[in-house]
């Protein structure tokens, strides 16, 4: 089935460096949403996109979407230690509402 | 708002003890979903519903139960439950397909 991998794994940061996770796709995606989870909390949605090379950002945050939509990108300018967490990307599938994450990167920032 | 409330936050169980997790919305939400999180492993859809009366199976339905008799609720039942199912499973909903899923607290599950 369709999937994505979301890469690295694991990403530890010296607070004020930037950080970049990957999510990759062997298909075309229709669209792609961000999440990010606390330690011990619950994902919380960050944004969507849905055009070809839709570039979105939120404060630090800048979201990719690649020109062929296969890949996503999530860029984290000048971390800080309120950064730490994991972050997923989740491809929606279809109209069904049904959403398949990515691995999520872990990043752990240095104070 | 409450959101997406899950209920228990803990639960101990042993093998072959059957057990159902619930999830309520007050949003009105069509969509609603169940995942199980484990590490590194992400979060996997177990089972789906895009309304009241409607479910389908996610990606790792084996060995769980889902009805959807109300747009509010959406249980998950263990049949018998196997220390493969300790995890941390987690609710969520949306109002349309295409809008940001809002996920509970999460159920903290260990099978003895």
């Known amino acids: 089935g369709q999937q994505v991998m979301q890469i690295p794994q694991y990403q530890h940061v010296q607070e004020g460096e930037d950080f970049t996770t990957y999510c990759n796709s062997s298909t075309t995606l229709s669209n792609i949403q961000w999440y990010k989870q606390r330690p011990g909390g619950h994902p919380v949605f960050l944004i969507q996109l849905v055009k070809s090379g839709e570039v979105k950002k939120q404060k630090r945050l800048t979201f990719q979407f690649g020109e062929a939509k296969k890949n996503s990108s999530l860029h984290i300018t000048a971390t800080q230690t309120t950064d730490v967490g994991t972050y997923f990307c989740a491809l929606l599938k279809g109209n069904t509402g049904k959403l398949i994450f990515g691995q999520g990167t872990t990043l752990q920032v240095k104070p | 708002n409450a959101g997406v409330t899950q209920t228990p936050k803990f639960q101990v169980l042993k093998t072959g003890q059957s057990m159902t997790l619930q999830c309520a919305q007050d949003m009105n939400h069509e969509y609603m979903s169940w995942y199980r999180q484990d590490p590194g492993m992400g979060l996997r859809l177990i089972h789906y519903?895009?309304?009241?009366?409607?479910?389908d199976q996610g990606e790792v339905p084996n060995g769980y139960n889902v009805s959807r008799s109300t747009t509010e609720d959406f249980p998950l039942r263990l049949l018998s439950a196997a220390p493969s199912q300790t995890s941390v499973y987690f609710c969520?909903?949306?109002?349309?397909?295409?809008?940001?899923?809002?996920f509970g607290d999460g159920t903290r599950l260990s099978i003895l």
């Open positions: 969520a909903s949306s109002g349309t397909a295409n809008q940001p899923q809002h």
């Open positions: 519903s895009v309304g009241a009366g409607i479910t």
